[in-house]
């Protein structure tokens, strides 16, 4: 990332291809660029190369090959498990035109819902409480026989809040609807089983996780029972035409297998660096306030959401960036518009306080040294901006 030795404390928004996964991928982007569909040689290699990849997802996930589905990106396993779901149901039945979700979903989630209530589809948007947790009196009203589908995010990308997604999936299927998780930033950080969260559908994002934009899942419980999302050649067992991109497929297959293994490790690591940065952010500045759980087990192991009141965030980070640091404020998609973030306002808090917000998302290769320097330029930054705007 250029000459100046950055401190990139913005993992929930992106990361880098690791070496590992840059490794696996080479080979499929110089020699062996086959069609996975040509039946000659080097397209059976590519073709064994996808279905490597498969395999490696189902491992991590805990499922079967057939029920992985490949695509470009978080965002389309989210719009396709939403959208055609709820098209299922309504050809099915005109009794189950509901989906159930969080005020706190991504926005992939959000945008998805107020496009299907624009095409006659009722959403109830279930609130959280203070720390980011689905109200579950709110979440047993709303969902009932007339929900086809409720989505819940496994892990919040602004806060960090792990939610009890097996029990809200259990609490579902008692009501008939289906469930779908977006586990974006949960997988690769957190354990995730799908059979042990007995979901319907599930989300992933390779670019979080060390693979190469470009490139996401969509775990479906039931492809016999799903419905294509681009008609074209017949990939992906006909659910998604379209020739596949091999090397962000090998890629993405090689990042799990490298997170799943590293899992334990990462964890244990990563959450000890993120305990160690709330409890200097917050003992050694006066008037700050962390968003999310601060219960380290409900809480994603790199997540650190902390207010500074009085502090304009994007001034902030504007700062930091001159001095070669990375955060961001809110998630990364609302930091383009300069909206007030809808996670931390669904969370109680005042637009300015909201607006004083920065989210530091460690990675698993951020090292003490780094973070202990990027918190001493915060504390200094904080005590400079806080002077100024006193005089
Ligand atoms: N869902 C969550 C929770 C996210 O954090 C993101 C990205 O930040 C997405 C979905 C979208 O993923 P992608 O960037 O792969 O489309």
Redesign the pocket.
């Known amino acids: 990332m250029g000459s100046q030795k950055l401190i990139y404390l913005d993992n ?3 990361t880098g291809v690791s070496d590992e996964v840059l490794e696996a991928m080479l080979p499929y982007l110089r020699e062996q660029w086959g069609n996975p569909s040509s039946i000659y040689r080097p397209g059976r290699r590519a073709k064994a190369a996808v279905e490597h990849a498969r395999g490696q997802l189902a491992v991590a996930l805990g499922c079967e090959p057939e029920q992985i589905l490949f695509t470009s ?4 396993s ?1 719009n396709w498990a939403l959208v055609t779901s709820m098209e299922l149901a309504a050809a099915e039945t005109d009794a189950r035109r509901g989906l159930v979700t969080s005020r706190i ?2 926005h ?2 959000l945008n998805t819902c107020s496009y299907l209530e624009e095409h006659g589809f009722a959403v109830t948007y279930v609130p959280v409480d203070g720390e980011g947790f689905v109200d579950g009196e709110a979440f047993d009203e709303a969902v009932d026989e007339r929900t086809a589908l409720v989505s819940v ?1 496994l ?3 602004e806060v960090g809040t792990i939610e009890p997604v097996r029990q809200l999936a259990a609490r579902a299927h008692e009501r008939g609807a289906l469930f779908h998780t ?1 586990a ?2 949960a997988f690769a950080h957190v354990p995730v089983d799908v059979r042990a969260l007995d979901v319907d559908f599930l ?1 992933i ?4 996780f060390h693979a190469p ?1 470009g490139v ?1 899942a969509l775990y479906c419980k039931d492809p016999g029972r799903f419905a294509p999302l681009l008609h074209g050649g017949g990939q992906e067992r006909g659910l998604r035409g379209g020739t596949e991109n091999v090397a962000g497929i090998v890629g993405i297959g090689a990042a799990a297998e490298t997170a799943a293994r590293d899992l334990r490790e990462n964890i244990a690591r990563m959450s000890a660096l993120r305990d160690h940065a709330i409890d200097r952010l917050l003992g050694e500045l006066p008037d700050t306030r962390l968003n999310g759980p601060r219960d380290g087990q409900s809480r994603l192991p790199g997540n650190v959401n902390i207010e500074f009141t009085g502090i304009d965030s994007a001034g902030l980070i504007e700062l930091l960036d001159v001095q070669g640091i990375c955060v961001s404020g809110g ?3 609302s930091n383009n518009d300069a909206e007030v973030s809808h996670v931390l306002t669904a969370l109680g808090r005042a637009p300015e306080e909201a607006a004083s917000a920065i989210r530091i998302s460690l990675g698993d290769n951020t090292t003490p040294e780094e973070l202990d320097l990027a918190i001493d330029t915060i504390v200094a930054d904080v005590h400079r901006l806080r002077s100024f705007s006193l005089m």
């Open positions: 929930a928004a992106t990106c978080g965002t389309e989210d979903e991504h992939a989630v995010m892990a919040n990308n977006d974006v930033q989300s994002s390779g670019h979080k934009k996401g998630s990364a998609c």
